[in-house]
């Protein structure tokens, strides 16, 4: 089973999520919205996509609950294969596991703590 097939984005918190977007898109040309900014890329794994995939990159409010429960500052995403299945196989390995399951049109969702207590969220896009 493939677990990480790639690195799906980066979270962190800021003081004014706002302007820090205002920056990153005057100073690097970052084409910022609403959470941030996606960068495209082509898998070259998966030939068969009809879209290219995307890795997000976006700050969070300093005060969000979003990254609970580390208290880290920022948090990595991970583009996964079969999230159910990847999640019962790293809870028989004794990972901890957070939250359950969320699915949106753009994917499934799901969180474990490393052992650093980094919140890691896992996701299986719908490229």
């Given at each position: 089973?493939?677990?990480?097939?790639?690195?799906?984005?980066?979270?962190?918190?800021?003081?004014?999520?706002?302007?820090?977007?205002?920056?990153?898109?005057?100073?690097?040309?970052?084409?910022?919205?609403?959470?941030?900014?996606?960068?495209?890329?082509?898998?070259?794994?998966?030939?068969?996509?009809?879209?290219?995939?995307?890795?997000?990159?976006?700050?969070?409010?300093?005060?969000?609950?979003?990254?609970?429960?580390?208290?880290?500052?920022?948090m990595f995403n991970y583009r996964v294969e079969n999230l159910i299945e990847l999640l019962k196989v790293l809870k028989e390995e004794g990972v901890q596991i957070v939250g359950e399951v969320e699915e949106y049109p753009y994917g499934k969702f799901g969180w474990i703590m490393d052992p650093d207590g980094n919140k890691i969220e896992l996701w299986e896009p719908k490229d």
């Open positions: 089973m493939k677990r990480v097939t790639g690195l799906g984005g980066v979270f962190f918190k800021t003081s004014d999520p706002k302007k820090l977007n205002e920056w990153y898109g005057k100073h690097l040309g970052l084409p910022i919205g609403e959470y941030g900014t996606s960068f495209q890329w082509i898998d070259i794994n998966n030939k068969e996509a009809k879209e290219p995939a995307q890795t997000a990159w976006s700050p969070f409010a300093a005060d969000t609950k979003y990254f609970l429960p580390s208290d880290k500052p920022f």
